[in-house]
């Protein structure tokens, strides 16, 4: 089960003010909205729902559009063939709310190994930020780190966090960690990632740096010791969260960036079923 399908999420969806309900055991949340009719989503379901019991939950709150957004273990054919029905019946988003395609990197190796799957590029770029002085830090300070991304990324950082104090708020100490780099005798953190642990993966959830932090290769320095703590969390695989899906090659081309800063670690790609 991944993080979205968890009654810790459910509770933080909850706080924003959506409706969740309950359709063969996974999580519904639904928005309502006067005169246009409702929003639905059902994501990372690892079952398809019975329209049967879907369509009177959704009638209820007068929802009019479903957005899902199954688990990787529902198959590509199973699922259009459930959306070739479903859209008889109510319509279905077609513009994904979540990534459709993450990068995972197995925990399970030894460190040094993991450390060698990197490219050349970022195994040198942790080298490099050793040398610089760069000191990770293990955090409870979410406030700390909502401050760095709103500083180094405007009103974009902004948008990327709200909401992230009240998921933190909902999720117990063991779950939940923010790194932050900081560079030799500056007070503020240059770097930070907020990470989720869940069913024995860490979700790298939301990433920061500054300019200052970039050049001294924090974000680098900082993925190798968010791997290095989420193995010792126990968990048995990072997940990027989320990456430029080629399938869609229209959409998201901002995402390439940030697409090949991850794939430089040695993962394995994972997509999820589209919506047809």
């Known amino acids: 089960m991944e993080i979205q399908q968890s009654s810790r999420y459910a509770d933080f969806i909850r706080s924003l003010g959506w409706v969740v309900e309950r359709v063969d055991g996974n999580y519904i949340f639904i928005k309502p909205f006067p005169i246009i009719g409702g929003l639905a989503k059902l994501q990372r379901t690892t079952t398809l729902p019975s329209l049967s019991k879907l369509l009177p939950i959704l009638s209820k709150h007068h929802v009019k559009t479903l957005a899902i957004e199954p688990d990787s273990r529902v198959r590509q054919q199973d699922f259009t063939r459930w959306c070739t029905y479903a859209a008889s019946r109510i319509r279905l988003n077609k513009d994904p709310f979540i990534p459709t395609k993450t990068i995972q990197v197995g925990l399970t190796d030894s460190e040094h190994n993991l450390f060698h799957r990197f490219t050349e590029a970022k195994r040198r770029a942790v080298r490099r930020a050793e040398k610089n002085r760069l000191i990770a830090t293990v955090s409870s300070d979410i406030d700390a780190f909502i401050r760095l991304k709103n ?87 990072l997940d990027f969260v989320g990456v430029w899906d080629e399938r869609r090659k229209e959409k998201n081309h901002e995402w390439k960036g940030f697409t090949k800063f991850k794939e430089g670690f040695g993962g394995v790609p994972l997509y999820y079923p589209l919506t047809p």
């Open 151 to 237: 500083r180094s990324a405007g009103f974009f950082g902004f948008i990327t966090t709200t909401g992230a104090k009240k998921l933190w708020d909902k999720l117990p100490e063991k779950n939940r960690a923010v790194l932050l780099a900081n560079a030799q005798n500056q007070l503020h953190p240059v770097a930070g990632i907020f990470l989720i642990f869940w069913n024995r993966i860490a979700y790298y959830w939301i990433a920061a740096a500054t300019k200052e932090g970039k050049k001294l290769f924090a974000p680098t320095y900082l993925v190798w010791e968010a791997l290095k703590v989420s193995k010792k969390r126990g968990c048995k695989t």
